[in-house]
T-cell receptor, first 112, second 114 residues
């Protein structure tokens, strides 16, 4: 089955700087890669996703890149703000296998 | 996120009791997924259901756990004879179509077994 690894497990950045979180996956059939943000006591919130036919996708301060050959994808947050502090999870799934396999999460702390 | 409704938000059960967790998907969604999250860990897939059908239950323990998604009403995750190790946050997600599309999560049910 699919295995998703996520790094780093914790990340602290100064407000205004950029944050990068990286994930690798094992199943070459995976073709859908969402990122979720989870705040304390809440459910995961989808913030951006990318499919395997695209190499990069951007939504305001958030971008995701995908390298299918290397089987890794990354989340980039620019101009970080205190409200970006949360736990971020990457995930992967493949057509015909609807379940999401999640990474272990990155606790992002933005230092004012 | 607000569209997927889970209740109760918090549930306390004594060892040996039954826990029933309910999930109402977003309007127009017919696919429901249940995930379990242990403290400080990621989410682990349990079961995937469509109306009146269990599609994939490969992540659900064979004993004590069951799930349903009836034609009418919410999806139910049932845990019989709960043990301390069942304490976790249980999240439900829903999606509108098949073929790995966006899944939206509810706020979860935090189960504590005492």
């Amino acid at each position: 089955g699919e295995n998703v690894e996520q790094h780093p497990s914790t990340l602290s950045v100064q407000e205004g700087d950029s944050a990068v979180i990286k994930c690798t996956y094992s199943d070459s059939a995976s073709n859908y890669f969402p990122w979720y943000k989870q705040e304390l006591g809440k459910g995961p919130q989808l913030i951006i996703d990318i499919r395997s036919n695209v190499g990069e996708k951007k939504d305001q301060r958030i971008a995701v890149t995908l390298n299918k050959t290397a089987k890794h994808f990354s989340l980039h947050i620019t101009e970080t703000q205190p409200e970006d502090s949360a736990v971020y999870f990457c995930a992967a799934s493949s057509a015909g296998n609807e379940k999401l396999t999640f990474g272990t999460g990155t606790r992002l702390t933005i230092i004012p | 996120n607000a569209g997927v409704m889970q209740n109760p938000r918090h549930l306390v059960r004594r060892r040996g009791q039954e826990a029933r967790l309910r999930c109402s998907p977003m309007k127009g969604h017919s696919h429901v997924y249940w995930y379990r999250q242990l403290p400080e860990e990621g989410l682990k897939f349990m079961v995937y259901l469509q109306k009146e059908n269990i599609i994939d239950e490969s992540g659900m323990p064979k004993e004590r756990f069951s799930a349903e998604f009836p034609k009418e009403g919410p999806s139910i995750l049932r845990i019989q004879q709960v043990v301390r190790g069942d304490s976790a946050a249980y999240f439900c997600a829903s999606s509108p179509v098949v073929l790995n599309t966006e899944a939206f999560f509810g706020q979860g049910t935090r189960l504590t077994v005492v």
